[in-house]
């Protein structure tokens, strides 16, 4: 069930050379409520400068999305064609320009193009239609092999629909960048709990995600509630707040886990689960450590039960540990047990688990209840073909 | 010139199944002053829990290495087994045992043999002769594909020698693990001000270079003295201390260089200089995160000139920066000037330095004095193939 109250377009605006689909259009009907995480690397580009301080506001109706050009390292120059891409939508729709979010995803530090926006945001408006977000999933694509969407439903007494749309399959090419989530629900939520919620969701599934460890200059989040359901308002501390986020965090954690399985190369799909750390911030640290380590995602691509890599990378950490407690599985199958190897027969029936396109190594450190998940993906010839010879 | 009072030994102990030459013995004529810097992994393998107490006390006189298996995560079985090499040297050379110092790399997890030892160590006693020190370079190797020794010679008032002997080609393998590299000088010198020189002398060398970002738990420099080149004491804040500091640096720097240019399947090895950072700390922050790129090192085996990739790493360091006074250059080839890119022929110029073996890549952040580099090599299909195969 797709939310109420949102119409969406798509169209070849001749941004790509390819001529494929690469300009998109999300509209409410009225103005939503929104909340927005943006990337926390310091090189920001045009569109995350622009939208920034309008989702700050709380209050968004529109999103243009273009994918080809990400309008990064693009100057003075590139802010103001994101300026005059806001103010052109916003005229072609009659709404104010504080209404209009936009995001930019493809090559760095080329100059984005006025005309294709000029021509297109009229034939944008016009084909505006409610049904489906397919058209705007494609339009958002670069590196990506497959469309990125996830929805929920909840058919209680105040029913509502969750929608989310993502794009994504690495940082990836500088040239071809980004990850960008649009989140459109017809529940009714005030924006600044929207925002809180939105955080709690993002550390849990976006950030809790690698295929490269590299952090795109436009990796933007948004998510819009424009209360067309008709429910009543969501708020904290309520049952109906635990059930939204849950379906929330839901929406985001499904639409991360397709951009791994996407990631550039990807065979495989691996939960890195960290429990009995310290803490929560440890048992992330650690995660995050193994799954971003290159000796790890390697070895899952040669499907080597290669725990020494894992037991080496959860040490370089930083966290607090005992090597002498650390116990490690893949699946059910238990392979190092107090920072030993329990056996070869163990690390053979762990060999079959790494022949699965997806399975779970679960770190478990005995030392409190912090516990924490990364996903990632395993490295391969086609990650360094796909990123070394795209330019060439 | 080798420095005066040592002596070495190799032989094939039978550890490594290929029969290689696997175990390896430096002896100095007298108790040396040492230094040593281990690894920062948490996970710590047996020698370096026995061996790391017996360098504090300043005084060495004998390292036993050994390839073929690391002595990692083997427990307290595999301490015991290092306390046992360490007792085996020290009675065959009729020497204390705090004097003896433990070194392996290899495989981790599994259980290192006395037998090997107890056999080979009495030969390697027997057989030991000044002259050479390839010999034990040949038996430290585990994936490098060359032996890596450096070596420098002041010819003063007070001449010495130094000579550096290392191993290592990445983490690489947690199964052919680790970093090692043994440093012998005849100069004279305490070692307090030996241990202040060796921590300033890894930080621009062996902690300034990055393979695959991923830390060995066996990682190992030590530094010996012995004074047999008969000169005065090397003391703090003399000339002849500023020499002997300039010889260490270029010796660790010098084999610091080999193991990246020997890094897994590499084909280039990049300087990655930082300057006009804020500060010191803040440059090797940034030279740190653009070294350890995969995207950055995946560009380098593709020569392709990706700007977006090094301003977008700097950008996720963490550093302070203002990405509209960023400049990029490759060799003497500006490509990026104030965070924009200068022009497509600039570009193309830049593709050809990315042609050659070895180059530098220098981002001027103009923030103020802070200045370091980074040496990292491309990634590829052979990092991949040596990584991902190596077990199957």
Same mark, same amino acid.
């Given at each position: 069930m797709l939310p109420a109250g949102y119409r969406f377009s798509a169209v070849a605006s001749g941004i790509k050379k390819s001529k494929k689909p690469d300009m998109a259009l999300i509209v409410s009907d009225c103005a939503a409520s929104c909340a927005g995480v943006f990337t926390r690397?310091?090189?920001?580009?045009a569109p995350l400068v622009v939208t920034r301080p309008r989702i700050a506001t709380g209050r968004c109706q529109a999103i243009l999305v273009n994918s080809g050009n990400a309008n990064a390292c693009t100057g003075p120059e590139g802010i103001q064609c994101a300026e005059q891409t806001v103010a052109l939508t916003a005229a072609a729709l009659g709404i104010?320009? +504080? &209404?209009v979010a936009v995001s930019s995803t493809g090559v760095i530090g080329v100059p984005l193009p006025l005309p294709p926006f000029e021509r297109s945001i009229p034939q944008l408006v016009a084909e505006l239609q409610p049904g489906s977000a397919e058209a705007v999933a494609r339009a958002m694509m $670069? $590196? +990506?092999?497959f469309t990125k969407i996830a929805g929920a439903k909840e058919s209680g007494d105040n029913p509502y629909g969750i929608l989310g749309i993502a794009k994504g399959a690495g940082m990836i090419h500088p040239d071809m960048a980004t990850m960008l989530c649009f989140v459109l629900t017809d529940a009714r939520i005030d924006s600044d709990f929207l925002q809180e919620l939105l955080h709690r969701a993002v550390a849990d599934s976006f950030n809790s995600i690698t295929v490269d460890g590299d952090t795109s200059t436009n990796d933007t989040v948004l998510v819009l509630a424009n209360g067309a359901a008709g429910g009543n308002l969501i708020c904290p501390g309520t049952a109906a707040a635990a059930v939204f986020a849950d379906h929330l965090n839901r929406v985001m954690l499904d639409l991360a886990k397709m951009i791994v399985s996407d990631?550039?190369?990807? $065979?495989k799909m691996v939960q890195i689960r960290v429990i009995g750390a310290k803490d929560v911030d440890d048992a992330r640290a650690a995660a995050r450590s193994v799954a971003t380590s290159s000796l790890v995602k390697t070895a899952f691509f040669g499907e080597d039960a290669n725990w020494g890599r894992i037991i080496a990378a959860v040490g370089y950490s930083g966290i607090t540990l005992d090597q002498d407690r650390i116990d490690i599985s893949f699946d059910s199958i238990p392979i190092v047990a107090s920072g030993v190897a329990i056996g070869p027969e163990h690390e053979a029936q762990a060999g079959n688990v790494l022949k699965k396109e997806t399975f779970v190594v679960t770190i478990n &450190?005995? &030392?409190?209840?912090g516990e924490a998940s990364y996903y990632t993906s395993d490295l391969n010839y086609d990650y360094v073909k796909i990123n070394a010879d795209y330019r060439t």
């Amino acid at each position: 069930m797709l939310p109420a109250g949102y119409r969406f377009s798509a169209v070849a605006s001749g941004i790509k050379k390819s001529k494929k689909p690469d300009m998109a259009l999300i509209v409410s009907d009225c103005a939503a409520s929104c909340a927005g995480v943006f990337t926390r690397n310091q090189v920001i580009a045009a569109p995350l400068v622009v939208t920034r301080p309008r989702i700050a506001t709380g209050r968004c109706q529109a999103i243009l999305v273009n994918s080809g050009n990400a309008n990064a390292c693009t100057g003075p120059e590139g802010i103001q064609c994101a300026e005059q891409t806001v103010a052109l939508t916003a005229a072609a729709l009659g709404i104010e320009k +504080d &209404l209009v979010a936009v995001s930019s995803t493809g090559v760095i530090g080329v100059p984005l193009p006025l005309p294709p926006f000029e021509r297109s945001i009229p034939q944008l408006v016009a084909e505006l239609q409610p049904g489906s977000a397919e058209a705007v999933a494609r339009a958002m694509m $670069t $590196t +990506d092999a497959f469309t990125k969407i996830a929805g929920a439903k909840e058919s209680g007494d105040n029913p509502y629909g969750i929608l989310g749309i993502a794009k994504g399959a690495g940082m990836i090419h500088p040239d071809m960048a980004t990850m960008l989530c649009f989140v459109l629900t017809d529940a009714r939520i005030d924006s600044d709990f929207l925002q809180e919620l939105l955080h709690r969701a993002v550390a849990d599934s976006f950030n809790s995600i690698t295929v490269d460890g590299d952090t795109s200059t436009n990796d933007t989040v948004l998510v819009l509630a424009n209360g067309a359901a008709g429910g009543n308002l969501i708020c904290p501390g309520t049952a109906a707040a635990a059930v939204f986020a849950d379906h929330l965090n839901r929406v985001m954690l499904d639409l991360a886990k397709m951009i791994v399985s996407d990631g550039e190369g990807a $065979t495989k799909m691996v939960q890195i689960r960290v429990i009995g750390a310290k803490d929560v911030d440890d048992a992330r640290a650690a995660a995050r450590s193994v799954a971003t380590s290159s000796l790890v995602k390697t070895a899952f691509f040669g499907e080597d039960a290669n725990w020494g890599r894992i037991i080496a990378a959860v040490g370089y950490s930083g966290i607090t540990l005992d090597q002498d407690r650390i116990d490690i599985s893949f699946d059910s199958i238990p392979i190092v047990a107090s920072g030993v190897a329990i056996g070869p027969e163990h690390e053979a029936q762990a060999g079959n688990v790494l022949k699965k396109e997806t399975f779970v190594v679960t770190i478990n &450190l005995h &030392l409190g209840e912090g516990e924490a998940s990364y996903y990632t993906s395993d490295l391969n010839y086609d990650y360094v073909k796909i990123n070394a010879d795209y330019r060439t």
